[in-house]
């Protein structure tokens, strides 16, 4: 899959963009406030319905404009060409898919995935297991269907025996709220356990690619203990939740146990190493969806040289051009990028972007 066209409207600095952006590997070069991680949240947009970035989503208007819109004409794996948009002001939110009136964004999602690299990859390492279950239940939706409407069944259920806890429910009213709980938990694990086993699977062709980083261990946790079934952690945690006023264990719990040489990897790893091994669980990730006839994601790479030396930044380069992937890459300095390397290159400055190469 890959954009053909992208037309931005009011997105922060960038006024008025229209690009045609390259199947392959599209660089866009410039100062640092340039637009150019403007550009990469506008197709980000595309997809999510939200930027990347932290700051208010309001923000993301242009000072002088009242709203902002984003609009693509895409190419789909199957060669069958679609549209997919959006538009924002200060009060709604908009989105387009082709010519369906009732698009929502779950429909954007499935329609175009992203890849995102960023300089906030840590937060995979930094910010705990809800990043990792965001990172691992983004690539488990993209491959395995019945992942998400089993999501929203636990995720209801499992709402429904916190409200009974905190209400001091009798026990019977909470086993009622278990069963459903267990049926749709048991769904959700299994496909995050099919989807760990394919990541791993993949995962060493990437990792052999830098040095010193063959000796990762990816494990899957499930959010209960390894010596009980869920409903056995159920029933022995129940007076425990009772007390909380919430559900200790389940699938909201898990977590991806990620350690490198047998230590965790933020524990030993640097700033450049982490983000080497972090690059290579999200390429990993965009090949298995590639690999699994799911749709072919976009990647975005902003900022490639950060916390990289030449040798890493050169492999990694080689290795997003080998996905065969459509990528857009930023960077700060033409030189960053060898022109060896088959791409489309733009200059970015002031929010107007040009075509160099």
Request: hydrophobic fraction near 40%; glycine fraction near 6%.
């Amino acid at each position: 899959m890959y954009l053909n066209s992208l037309r931005i409207r009011d997105l922060r600095c960038l006024q008025a963009i229209d690009l045609e952006p390259g199947p392959g590997l599209n660089v866009f070069v410039g100062d640092n406030g340039s637009g150019k991680t403007s550009l990469l949240e506008a197709v980000y947009l595309l997809s999510r319905g939200r930027s990347f970035r932290s700051a208010p989503q309001s923000r993301l208007i242009r000072n002088e404009a009242e709203s902002l819109s984003v609009f693509s004409r895409v190419q789909d794996d199957d060669g069958q060409p679609f549209s997919i948009g959006l538009e924002r002001d200060n009060e709604e939110l908009r989105f387009k898919l082709s010519s369906d009136p009732e698009a929502r964004l779950i429909h954007l999602v499935r329609a175009m995935p992203v890849q995102l690299l960023d300089p906030t990859l840590h937060a995979l390492f930094d910010e705990g297991p809800s990043q990792r279950r965001r990172f691992l239940d983004w690539g488990v939706f993209h491959v395995e269907h019945a992942f998400y409407p089993a999501w929203r069944r636990y995720s209801r259920a499992l709402q429904q025996r916190n409200s009974a806890l905190r209400s001091h429910a009798s026990d019977q009213v909470i086993h009622a709220w278990d069963r459903d709980i267990l049926t749709a938990a048991t769904h959700v694990d299994a496909t995050r356990k099919r989807y760990v086993d394919e990541l791993n699977r993949v995962l060493p062709s990437f990792l052999q690619r830098f040095p010193n980083t063959a000796e990762i261990d990816i494990r899957y946790t499930p959010g209960w203990p390894r010596d009980m079934d869920y409903a056995q952690a159920l029933n022995a945690g129940l007076q425990r939740d009772r007390q909380l006023g919430y559900t200790m264990h389940g699938p909201h719990r898990a977590d991806l146990r990620i350690r490198w040489h047998g230590v965790k990897a933020e524990q030993r790893a640097s700033r450049g190493e982490q983000k080497v091994l972090i690059c290579c669980l999200m390429l990993a990730q965009a090949a298995l969806l590639a690999g699994q006839g799911a749709k072919k994601p976009v990647l975005l790479v902003d900022d490639l040289a950060a916390e990289l030396g030449p040798q890493y930044r050169q492999t990694l380069l080689e290795v997003i051009t080998e996905l065969g992937l459509q990528s857009f890459l930023t960077c700060l300095e033409e030189t960053l990028i060898s022109e060896a390397v088959e791409q489309k290159r733009f200059h970015v400055e002031q929010g107007r972007i040009a075509r160099v190469i």
